[in-house]
């Protein structure tokens, strides 16, 4: 044995510890938003285009130098190590140790923690995150603006990292809308869930103690926290804590008595969702397809190698194309799998080892493993899970859900909304908190009822579920609202604005009207899109198209501004495979807008208009950095052909805040050039007139 260096002290095991980044991923949701799938698996083993929830989560902890995970986990937790023991994380290179805790008696975020303190497995700062959530930030900033705080202020127990996303945004979903005020240490002073409603109310006791409070209704639950050990403490404290929503109204409402703080850190240009419903399951999905997410994107996760090609196009190896089958925009083929010939698939994502056959059109379908869909069938928004069988003539409506080993056919049309399963439904008031997604043994021996095969056809094997509208319990009140693929009723809406004040402005969160601004949106960017795929663009006809789209919408101006202006900046980063560079954005929209002038004449036709495009143009740089070093070409293109008045330029300049986030700063920093040619040429004018 070597002999040890004169001098040398041996390292203390328990400081090399502390130095180990720690992450809890919680991978049970406590609800059943994903019934009946998940009476089968957990969720965070759903695939999501083709690789599991949870691989998508370990992933990004990873990126983010995480060394040790503990994934906890209740509903299925077997099935949950099965996968963990067999995939990557459990080899000699992965890079991190990746340990289950098993607890079948946790209901709760706050059981889950306080069963996790009590195996005293936390030693230092760690990251709490759900298996469910998809995410490419990289945690080291949140982590360092978390510890350097802690330094200064040793009540600051947690950071929330939230993400800046505008009302109506893709990725935020309804359920958990909330406005939130902060101080300018970015201190959480009020947090309130928005659910339905579009008032909040702030006490004025908020003001009288704080000088400065930013009230904001713009960022995304990322369901990220960096936290300190005395999180775990609080948990354990305090068994009224059961959620996260009740954790943070215990700490913020009693910060005076406990001293406790939560703060917060917001991210711009990285993703973070979680897939917390079917809505959210599908956007999600589409946001992986465009690779918004990457690198958490089809070619560089799992096992499988794709090609990736035009129009955002995956396809594995060893698949088969007939003649005349047409793969559309954002399609995923996975190994393995067959598509007869006159098929037309668009949107959709196929797993592996599945036959599709001919004359079967695939619209916003998510087709799992081993799937097989005979001949002139048609599927529109509706999730397939492995081992289904539709046979020949089957038409399957927006947002239905087949589960496992689910048998439909001949001849048969499910209507919207329809849930089918092998497992018996549960009976009457069993859908509450004692129906849970491992209890899986209740009366499986019931026979299928004539209702139900007259539902599933002749040859089908199945049950049919109650929808979760069905339901009466508050939270199933409350998913309705977002009815994977379906529209909510007029009627219900009518409601929603009878329980406003009539003095309502349309500043208020659009959630009302976010279904019709988000399908406006979409027909504009598309509208946009072909026009420019053509090789000539046609402002007259785009006019025309958006503003039949507009009153299709009920849309209103200010929004057709903010939106055809949002539309514009995203072309380029739509249109392209690849992620572009600064100089690349810049040599695609800067041509556009240009070419684009007669249709934004006739849009921005007066200062308040010309405002809004202004302030749309602002909250895009905070989503897409790449825009700033653009924006100053872009007014002085808009300036030259009068589209923007010189007055308004000026006016808008001068409301950019100052002290705001660093791509703000950029911004004022890289129009200010112009401002000073503007000022100057007016100076110059009124000199020559004196």
Excluded at 9 to 24: I, N, T, W
Excluded at 425 to 453: A, C, H, I, M, W
Excluded at 651 to 678: E, G, M, Y
């Amino acid at each position: 044995m070597s002999a040890k260096k004169k001098g040398s002290k041996p390292a203390d095991p328990l400081l090399k510890q502390e130095d180990v980044l720690q992450a809890v991923v919680i991978a049970d949701s406590f609800n059943v938003r994903f019934a009946p799938i998940t009476k089968e698996i957990p969720r965070v083993l759903m695939p999501i285009v083709n690789n599991p929830l949870l691989d998508y989560t370990l992933e990004f902890l990873a990126a983010s130098g995480v060394e040790e995970i503990f994934v906890f986990c209740c509903a299925h937790a077997d099935k949950i190590k099965k996968h963990l023991n067999e995939s990557k994380w459990n080899k000699r290179s992965s890079p991190c140790s990746v340990t289950t805790i098993m607890s079948e008696g946790c209901h709760s975020l706050g059981d889950a923690m306080r069963e996790i303190d009590r195996k005293a497995l936390i030693r230092s700062d760690f990251i709490l995150v759900n298996g469910d959530v998809v995410s490419s930030v990289q945690l080291k900033d949140a982590l360092n603006v978390h510890r350097e705080r802690f330094k200064t202020d040793k009540s600051c127990v947690m950071t929330k990292v939230l993400r800046h996303a505008y009302p109506g945004h893709r990725g935020r979903c309804l359920e958990d809308e909330f406005f939130i005020a902060t101080d300018n240490n970015h201190t959480i002073l009020n947090y309130q869930k928005m659910k339905d409603t579009r008032k909040v109310k702030i006490p004025m006791t908020l003001f009288k103690d704080h000088s400065n409070v930013n009230l904001r209704y713009d960022l995304q639950d990322c369901h990220i926290c960096v936290c300190s050990c005395r999180v775990m403490e609080l948990f354990t404290d305090n068994f009224d804590y059961q959620t996260m929503s009740d954790f943070m109204r215990g700490v913020i409402y009693n910060e005076e008595i406990e001293g406790n703080k939560m703060q917060i850190y917001v991210v711009t240009n990285e993703y973070a969702t979680r897939v917390s419903n079917l809505t959210m399951y599908e956007t999600v999905s589409k946001d992986i397809i465009h690779r918004w997410t990457y690198p958490q994107v089809p070619e560089y996760l799992g096992t499988e190698t794709y090609n990736f090609g035009r129009n955002h196009v995956y396809s594995a190896k060893d698949i088969t194309l007939q003649r005349g089958c047409t793969l559309g925009e954002d399609v995923v083929i996975g190994s393995n799998t067959s598509i007869g010939s006159n098929t037309r698939i668009s949107q959709s994502v196929l797993g592996r080892n599945c036959e599709i056959g001919e004359n079967v059109v695939l619209k916003n379908a998510f087709v799992w493993d081993n799937v097989t869909i005979e001949s002139n069938c048609l599927i529109d928004t509706a999730i397939l899970c492995n081992r289904v069988k539709l046979m020949s003539g089957v038409k399957v409506q927006a947002g239905s859900i087949l589960s496992f080993g689910v048998i439909v056919g001949p001849d048969v049309t499910l209507p919207s909304g329809t849930y089918l399963s092998t497992i018996p439904p549960p009976k009457e008031g069993e859908f509450d908190e004692e129906f849970n997604d491992t209890d899986t043994s209740k009366d499986l021996t019931r026979p299928v009822s004539q209702q139900d095969q007259l539902s599933l056809g002749e040859g089908g094997i199945g049950f049919v579920w109650k929808n979760a509208e069905e339901n009466d319990d508050d939270e199933d009140e409350e998913l309705a609202r977002e009815m994977w693929g379906m529209k909510i009723s007029d009627v219900h809406k009518e409601d929603e604005e009878e329980s406003d004040d009539s003095d309502d402005d349309d500043s208020g969160p659009p959630s009302v009207v976010m279904d019709d601004t988000e399908i406006f949106y979409n027909q504009v960017l598309d509208s946009i899109q072909s026009s420019y795929s053509s090789g000539a663009i046609n402002c007259d006809n785009l006019i025309l198209e958006i503003n039949s789209s507009k009153f299709a919408n009920n849309v209103s101006m200010k929004e057709l501004v903010q939106l055809v202006t949002k539309a514009i900046v995203e072309l380029p980063n739509t249109h392209s495979p690849n992620i572009l560079t600064t100089k690349e954005f810049a040599a695609f929209v800067i041509p556009l807008v240009k070419t684009l002038v007669p249709l934004l004449k006739n849009y921005l036709k007066g200062s308040e208009s010309q405002l809004d495009f202004l302030g749309s143009l602002q909250e895009c740089c905070i989503t897409n950095g790449s825009l700033c070093t653009s924006i100053p070409k872009m007014l002085n293109i808009l300036y030259d052909n009068d589209t923007l008045h010189e007055q308004v330029i000026v006016h808008w300049f001068k409301k950019i805040p100052l002290n705001d986030s660093a791509i703000l700063q950029q911004l004022r920093k890289n129009v200010q050039p112009f401002i000073t040619w503007l000022e100057e040429a007016e100076e110059e004018t009124d000199s020559e007139e004196d």
